[in-house]
């Protein structure tokens, strides 16, 4: 596994090692020094949508929940993992940046622009901007980092937190070579960013609690019926029993490593999968009280 995940990131070096000072360091320092520049603006039409995040850590249960979300008979238009939030900040701010690196430096964001760039992209992606019944789903699970600001923008939004017994999230995360993420080829790497993580979803639940449901890949799994319909009242979703007879959906698109296994359906969560790897982790646990 080590020297595998060291290929993987070796094979993209330059760009990887941009990418873990982007999530390891600037944004988990950046994330609540955002300051909101007032929107006088006329309205965008962002503020008429009802989007759903899948929001928290890669294996974590959050494409069966982007599945079971998007079995709903609603009008589901789900964008997958598509970085729109990350990148319309990143392409709307990136003068300020070189001037900002610093940690303690304030972050100003131009909500306007922000809003502008957001109506524009989905416009293009031909999603319907005016119809209050139409549920954009997004499962760029980066997005706890973007709590707030996503609220500017999408004052409905709804945040589904998917979790998992950590030990097992971090050692399927190192399994699986995540070859697109920069900060899943090391221990060391994951276990800062998890760090970061848990510090994060943890204050953003306690400052948007109406907005956050947080769901257990245990639970779900356990008790799917109960679990999901419960996601679904969140969400002012309509549910029925075809959202979880996932085995039977068959334009369901997914690019991610749980394809497969959702493909065959809903099964308990296997509680002994990864206790075999569980000492790799013995190490971490003096600098990582959560271990």
Known sequence: MEKANQFSFLDQEKINKVNLTYWLNFIPSKYDKFTFIKDDGEETGTNSLSPIFVIGLPRSGSTLTEMIISASKNNIIDIGESNLINWVFLNS??????????????????????????????????????????????????????????????????????????????????????????????????????????????????????????????????????????IFKFCDLKWDNECISLENKKDFFSQTASRNQIRMGIFKYDENKYKPYYYLLKKYKKKYKWL
Not at 210 to 230: D, F, G, H, Q, Y
């Open 93 to 230: 701010h990136d003068k300020n940046f070189s001037n900002n690196l610093s940690i303690d430096n304030i972050l100003k964001i131009n909500i306007k622009k922000i809003k502008e760039k957001t109506y524009n992209i989905l416009k293009n992606m031909n999603i319907s901007l005016n119809n209050e019944k139409t549920f954009l789903l997004d499962k760029s699970l980066e997005n706890f980092f973007y709590v707030e600001l996503i609220l500017k923008i999408f004052p409905k939004a709804k945040f589904i937190h998917t979790h998992r017994n950590l030990y097992d999230n971090i050692i399927s995360i190192y399994r699986e070579f995540l070859n697109q993420i920069s900060w899943s080829h090391s221990l060391d790497n994951i276990l800062q960013y998890v760090d970061s993580y848990l510090r994060i979803i943890s204050e953003q639940k306690r400052k948007y609690s109406r907005s956050i449901i947080s769901v257990s890949l245990e639970e779900l799994t356990s008790n799917p019926k109960n679990k999901s319909s419960e």
